[in-house]
């Protein structure tokens, strides 16, 4: 059979099972057991599907994955995202859509604490919403300024995100990566402060200023532990004292220890955290796993040489790399494109919390989320054709 209909088989099956709702992770593998059977036995399909599914997740690195979703939850139950937000009103509090404002600092602490998107925009978007509401902003705006910034902790190291991509893109240096990472997320947050500051300024949404009963003095002091984990990890991986998967058992002992001590957990609900990051993490993984028996049939099928063949634009790491990127680069690209992702319409995990978190609708929420892709886009595109945004803090180091 050739190149062009195994191609159309692969992405035609692909499509209709995602239109018909099948989740993504059984879409990959239908769609490549089907695409497979057009050139290999059903044995050698059933043999080398699992075998490819399994080597897919075996991996040391990935084991990073899950512990660092398990930080995450656990800093969304320990009263950390409480104190963020008050450490991130102190720099915000005299900007008019103030709260807006410190929902995006928070998410750019949270999101480099935990790695997690949604998690950020969970545990923020939680705190600030009855805030915002006493405060009378539009449900829609306030939700907005909390999808488009929570996924900058895709961005900013620490991030599972990138320990993925280091993994299949071959063993790309995860530590240079991460430093990578920090100048494209840092302006992400940048770009969502200056709409959401322009959003504020149209809405006539004043400045309220930050709670006054606290001394910043105690904000400081209280925020410290929780940003302390970021200069251990991150440190510890790019002195090379630990690996990213070590780090990560780290910052999940870190984080039990300043909850025990904050006194917000008990022992049912550190069972309950643990159920609820094995099932994310499963999702993850599996999907990770899928993806390699895909990549396997494409490989096997040769469409990738087809289909590079007949590109103009970078899409893939090697046809990417033909055109100058470095693999550096390309993933920090792949990454922005990411976070885009997650809160674009009409199933963007973010978007969803998001939208939930504030109790209003996907509809209400997307013409304020416009402006947003307009900047991060932009971004994007400097991000894609400047090197330096992305690879000058790693040659500087």
């Known amino acids: 059979m050739s ?13 209709v099972l995602l239109f018909l709702g099948v989740p993504i992770s059984v879409s990959i593998i239908a769609s490549s057991i089907v695409t497979a059977m057009s050139t290999l036995s059903w ?15 075996e991996s040391f690195s990935l084991l990073a994955v899950p512990l660092f979703i398990l930080a995450g939850n656990i800093m969304n139950n320990g009263g950390i995202a409480k104190r963020l937000i008050n450490f991130a009103q102190i720099f915000v ?3 008019p859509g103030n709260l807006a404002q410190a929902n995006i600092l928070a998410n750019m602490l949270f999101g480099a604490l935990s790695g997690s998107s949604v998690a950020a925009a969970s545990a923020i978007g939680g705190c600030m919403s ?9 449900p829609a705006y306030a939700a907005a300024a909390n999808i488009a910034s929570a996924p900058t902790g895709l961005l900013i ?21 991460f430093m990578a990472g920090y100048v494209p997320g840092i302006l992400m947050g940048v770009v969502c402060m200056i709409v959401a500051f322009i959003g504020a300024k149209k809405l006539g949404i004043k400045a309220v200023g930050r709670d006054k009963s606290v001394g910043i003095l105690k ?6 532990p929780s940003l302390l984990l970021i200069i251990i990890v991150i440190g510890g991986i790019v002195s090379g004292i630990f690996t990213a998967t070590e780090g990560a058992g780290i910052a999940v002992l870190y984080c039990l220890i300043l909850s025990i001590i904050y ?29 390699s028996a895909m990549s396997f049939v494409m490989a096997y099928s040769g469409i990738p040489a ?92």
């Open 3 to 15: 190149i062009a209909v195994t191609t159309v088989i692969l992405f035609v099956v692909f499509g």
């Open 43 to 57: 044995d050698q399909i059933t043999f080398i599907t699992m075998q490819k599914m399994n080597s897919g997740v």
């Open 93 to 95: 509090g005299k900007i």
């Open 130 to 138: 009855p805030i915002e509401k006493e405060q009378k902003y539009d």
């Open 157 to 177: 190291p620490p991030t599972s995100a990138f320990i993925v991509y280091s993994t299949v893109a071959g063993g790309v240096s995860i530590s240079t990566l």
């Open 219 to 224: 904000i400081f002091v209280d925020a410290i």
């Open 263 to 291: 006194k917000s957990m008990n022992f049912k609900t550190f069972v309950e955290i643990l159920k609820k990051s094995a099932k994310v993490s499963g999702v993850i993984l599996f999907l990770i796993s899928a993806s």
């Open 306 to 397: 087809a289909i590079s063949n007949g590109l103009l634009t970078p899409i893939f790491l090697p046809i990417a790399q033909s055109f100058g990127m470095t693999d550096i680069q390309f993933g920090v690209m792949l990454i922005f494109n990411m976070c885009l992702g997650n809160i674009t319409p009409p199933v963007g995990s973010v978007l969803f919390v998001g939208c939930g978190i504030e109790n209003v609708s996907i509809e209400k929420v997307t013409p304020k989320l416009i402006p947003y892709f307009i900047g991060l886009i932009i971004l994007l595109m400097l991000i894609t054709f400047i090197p330096a945004l992305s690879l000058g803090v790693p040659k500087l180091i």
